[in-house]
T-cell receptor, first 114, second 115 residues
């Protein structure tokens, strides 16, 4: 079974500063990895995904993430954040051989201060 | 991607009543949909997998008689919370997957408050 750990429950940063949201996963098999963003009282929107190939994945809104198999990590980064990036961010993993089920991390609340 | 619509967005009900939440796939036919539950400031927990034309598959610990799921067509799945109690108050989100990667497309969510 897979599991996902997001190491920080809350991350406050100033506007235009860089940010990294950490995600580690545990799995006995190869996995697909995802980052989703959730704005208040809304569903989740896909930021980016890693399926295979290049370990550096670029997504929407200027976010990127790097898959590190040896460290079982998939940290999310953005070089310069905006107020509009304030949201909850979820890392998730799925089993390529499984039944399309996603396992989510606990979430990280990103707060951008002016 | 897929567009998924949920209704209602907000619902307040009295304890003991039943509430139905609809989840529609607007541009794809979905043989499988997923229902998640999210408590405040917590992650999403998969409740059940809704299968078109057959019974839903429930995750361990989820009461199938309390959370009735019906997937009568390829574009509509419904979740009915029966005899709702305050502890059922939560954010319920449906989703569907396209292809085999596990990537999910989510509805806007439905916030249920049971008084």
């Amino acid at each position: 079974a897979q599991s996902v750990t997001q190491l920080d429950s809350q991350v406050p940063v100033f506007e235009e500063a860089p940010v990294e949201l950490r995600c580690n996963y545990s799995s006995s098999v190869s996995v697909y990895l995802f980052w989703y963003v959730q704005y208040p009282n809304q569903g989740l929107q896909l930021l980016l995904k890693y399926l295979s190939g290049s370990t550096l994945v670029k997504g929407i809104n200027g976010f990127e993430a790097e898959f590190n198999k040896s460290q079982t990590s998939f940290h999310l980064r953005k070089p310069s954040v905006h107020i509009s990036d304030t949201a909850e961010y979820f890392c998730a993993v799925s089993d390529p051989m499984g039944a399309q089920k996603l396992v989510f991390g606990q979430g990280t609340r990103l707060t951008i201060n002016p | 991607g897929a567009v998924v619509s949920q209704h209602p967005s907000w619902v307040i009900c009295k304890s003991g009543t039943s509430v139905k939440i609809e989840c529609r796939s607007l541009d794809f036919q979905a043989t499988t949909m997923f229902w998640y539950r999210q408590f405040p400031k917590q992650s999403l927990m998969l409740m059940a997998t809704s299968n078109e034309g057959s019974k839903a598959t429930y995750e361990q610990g989820v009461e199938k008689d309390k959370f009735l799921i019906n997937h009568a067509s390829l574009t509509l799945s419904t979740l009915t919370v029966t005899s709702a109690h305050p502890e059922d108050s939560s954010f319920y989100i449906c989703s569907l997957a396209l292809g085999s990667t596990g990537e999910l497309f989510f509805g806007e969510g439905s916030r249920l408050t049971v008084l």
